[in-house]
């Protein structure tokens, strides 16, 4: 057996770290082995690790151990595999309008001489409307001066609803600003009044009569205004940006009487899909009928960014079409290097290590749920049952996982068991047959880790990422664009719930249902959205509180509850400032809708029945003894859940009241804890699993999002060497276009705060915990303000 593979083998950091160094002679002949391995094990560190102890080979040196902190190599690899969100894309690239273009196998670019010219005429046709509309503003203001005198017997009426459908049809659009306009036959813009839609969604303009009739009036319009986005100042004072939603346009000669009614005007306003039992929103057309719009900067910034990662993955398609060649080492080569493989470079066999394993599973993009092991507390345990969801078997294996750690010295979980059921070969039929792994199986118990890793990342991409922030956040978006305008919650909340929904629309097509995830695993569109509905199931705000640490090293925990502090002191900061809190309870009815539309649209809350039988007594309360199970992260399951038509729903009310004279401290408190909530998973929560995906998913033969059985008579079980087991060639580039799509493309950061929308005062509270993050690993430069990807 050669020297690397008795290395590879060796599956304790300290002994990979003092073999790696006996391979590598002395560059100065002078200097002594032991010199040389203390040297270079000064400079070896990894993202996670905390120390070891390390006894020398020298005979002097073996009389003491010596305890060396692994912080250099992991600043250089993580140094030379920082993401950088500088643009990139040259001149002579194809060109992208905007990221609803992104395909996985090919996207929408514009690469043609002919095409750019054509796409450059469009945007030069786009920012000439837009300057003529600025011009138009500077030539033509629109005073906001009421001209005539209005007249309370002269008066223009209507109500507002939600949709076209008949299920919404009379929902009313409470709040709505909506203002009454003429133009003069010269240009001039007259207002003539302004009002509120009241809780019916009924409003009622006075205007003047003779004023409108006059001579050099040309036409007459209503035009309701939605409250959008929040916009801060450097000093804290936030203004709402009103955008005109909808033109009804008023015939001169109509207003002749006292009353003229618009009647009922139905929105399509944030409307609700009725296709699918999550609540999602209607978009008829991304790019002309979307109920919001990416900002021009982040469409320019995603373009320069995505372009050249989607040429590499055109160049290998071409590759394998003409079969030149291509193999899964090219493939991960011409991607930029991500950090396993900075790591295999300077430390062969490390990445695939039981220490390894168990820092990645705690702090990368993982970030598992550790539960200890109720028949063993000694033991921690993480669990994937993919059993409980539709998938084929015919090319992927896709077992259940279950991985078993004990914390060293140092606090990091080391795997000491795995247990694999289901079919782990081609030949294999029974879902129910189980097979036990440990470190003493050799290549057997590598190739179980690897499964794991799988496992771990397609879940923390299906539950983690687009389920427990894209999805979640996206319900609460819904319900705060629908109801908040008046009420200072909304500037609160708007600029962390904004594009979220254009960014779920376009991964409906190339993430879940048929896309990438459906070519590249076991799972099938409805096993897909079986997950979905079940982990919405378990997603709620009220008790929710980061996971807890396990021990010391525990940084991913360490850093979310961190985030979480600074987000409740922000939050509490804002509800509790006496302008904000007496506009607050004076525009409690908006809230109580918000909450209202929360609860109906939520899904039924879900617990498997292992931890129903578990967790719970015959009546639904929380069993005694039950400290095994981790409750950070998770569902608070010791409160009474929201009823609806006899259903009981995941996401819970955060007010019954819809005054706000009747509103007490307790109430008060609710809602700081669901704002905390929604701004901690917009950000921090989308952060963590998307920026982390290039650590982990970013090599071929290290991650993917799926194994085949491959050929072999192990089946899954095979080395890595067994190429039928990795992705296939496509399926492989696509991976890599992903991680990187996901990991590398960014814009909307909470410090850089490029379109102005972050409250000064969450950026101050983030930056003057700058260097207890960096202890713990984590940058905050790259913690987004939004679902920005």
């Not at 629109?142 to 007249?151: A, F, H, T, V």
């Not at 819904?478 to 909340?493: D, M, Q, V």
């Not at 962390?496 to 099938?524: E, K, M, Q």
Request: with cysteine; glycine share 6%; hydrophobic share 35%.
């Amino acid at each position: 057996m050669t020297e690397f593979n008795q290395i590879f083998k060796d599956q304790t950091l300290g002994k990979l770290c003092r073999a790696t160094a006996l391979i590598q002679k002395p560059k100065d002949e002078n200097q002594s082995e032991s010199a040389y391995q203390i040297r270079f094990l000064k400079g070896l560190s990894i993202h996670g690790i905390a120390s070891f102890k390390f006894r020398s080979m020298n005979t002097t040196e073996k009389k003491r151990e010596t305890q060396f902190q692994l912080t250099q190599l992991c600043a250089e690899c993580t140094e030379k595999t920082k993401i950088s969100h500088r643009p990139k894309r040259s001149f002579f690239h194809p060109r992208l309008k905007n990221f609803n273009r992104v395909e996985v196998h090919r996207s929408r670019t514009h690469g043609g001489f002919f095409q750019q010219i054509a796409l450059f005429c469009i945007e030069l046709y786009e920012a000439t409307g837009r300057r003529y509309h600025i011009l138009n503003r500077l030539v033509f203001p629109r005073r906001d001066k009421i001209y005539g005198k209005p007249n309370p017997h002269h008066v223009i009426t209507g109500y507002l609803t939600f949709g076209t459908r008949k299920k919404e049809a009379d929902s009313p659009v409470f709040n709505m600003h909506i203002e009454l306009w003429a133009r003069t036959y010269w240009g001039a813009y007259r207002k003539l009044n302004e009002a509120k839609s009241d809780r019916n969604g009924a409003f009622r303009i006075p205007y003047d009569l003779f004023y409108v009739q006059r001579l050099y009036i040309a036409k007459v319009w209503l035009a309701v205004y939605q409250t959008g986005h929040e916009h801060f100042h450097s000093n804290g004072q936030h203004s709402p940006e009103y955008k005109e939603f909808k033109r009804i346009k008023i015939s001169k000669g109509d207003l002749v009487g006292i009353e003229y009614s618009c009647k009922q005007i139905q929105l399509s306003y944030w409307e609700y899909r009725q296709d699918t039992p999550i609540p999602r929103v209607v978009i008829r057309h991304h790019d002309r009928h979307a109920p919001d719009s990416y900002t021009p900067g982040y469409n320019e910034a995603i373009e320069k960014q995505f372009v050249p990662i989607e040429l590499v993955k055109l160049r290998h398609i071409a590759m394998i079409r003409l079969n030149q060649g291509l193999t899964q080492q090219r493939i991960v080569e011409d991607y930029p290097e991500n950090l396993t493989v900075c790591m295999e470079k300077v430390v062969p066999g490390i990445t695939r290590s039981d220490d390894w394993f168990g820092r990645r599973m705690m702090n990368g993009m993982y970030a598992c749920d550790f539960d200890r092991d109720p028949r063993n507390p000694q033991l921690y345990w993480v669990h994937h049952h993919w059993s409980s969801y539709d998938k084929t078997l015919h090319h992927y294996a896709m077992p259940d996982v279950d991985m078993w750690f004990t914390l060293k010295e140092d606090g990091l979980p080391l795997p000491v068991k795995i247990t694999l059921t289901g079919p782990l070969t081609k030949n294999e039929s029974d879902p129910k047959q189980k097979r036990t792994f440990t470190p003493e199986d050799g290549e057997k118990w590598l190739a179980a880790k690897r499964i794991c890793r799988v496992s771990a990342a397609l879940h923390a991409e299906l539950a983690h990422h687009f389920s427990g922030t894209h999805l979640n956040i996206e319900q609460y978006a819904i319900a705060c664009f629908r109801n908040l305008r008046l009420n200072p919650i909304s500037g609160l909340l708007k600029s962390f719930l904004r594009s979220v929904v254009l960014l779920n629309h376009t991964a409906d097509r190339i993430l879940v249902g048929n896309g990438y995830i459906t070519s590249a695993c076991a799972l099938t569109p409805k096993g897909i959205n079986q997950l979905i509905y079940k982990v919405m199931g378990t997603l709620d705000w009220r008790g929710f509180k980061p996971m807890q640490p396990i021990s010391e090293a525990h940084t991913a925990a360490k850093a979310g509850n961190l985030f979480w502090k600074i987000v409740w002191d922000f939050v509490e900061g804002y509800i509790d400032q006496p302008d904000n809190r007496a506009a607050i309870l004076e525009h409690w009815f908006e809230l109580y809708c918000f909450s209202e539309d929360l609860v109906n649209k939520s899904v039924p809350a879900f617990l498997c029945n292992y931890l129903q039988h578990a967790l719970l007594e015959g009546n639904g309360k929380l069993k005694e003894n039950t400290d095994w199970y981790q409750r950070g992260h998770r569902m608070d399951l010791t409160g009474e859940r929201p009823m609806v038509d006899g259903i009981p729903k995941a996401v819970s009310r955060i007010t019954t009241k819809q005054d706000g004279h009747a509103v007490t401290e307790s109430d008060i408190d609710l809602l700081k804890q669901a704002c905390t909530y929604m701004i901690y998973q917009a950000t921090f929560g989308h952060t963590w699993s998307n920026s982390k995906q290039y650590d982990d998913i970013g090599e071929v033969l290290y991650c993917s999002l799926g194994l085949r059985f491959g050929n072999g008579p192990d089946g899954v079980l095979g080395p890595e060497t067994d190429y039928s087991i990795a992705p296939d060639l496509t399926r492989s580039t696509q991976m890599m276009w992903w991680s990187n799509l996901l990991s590398r493309t960014g814009y909307g950061f909470i410090i850089a705060n490029e379109d102005g929308d972050v409250p000064p005062d969450l950026q101050n509270r983030l930056e003057s915990h700058r260097s207890q993050f960096e202890e713990l690993g984590l940058d905050i430069d790259i913690i987004q303000s939004r679902i920005t990807i």
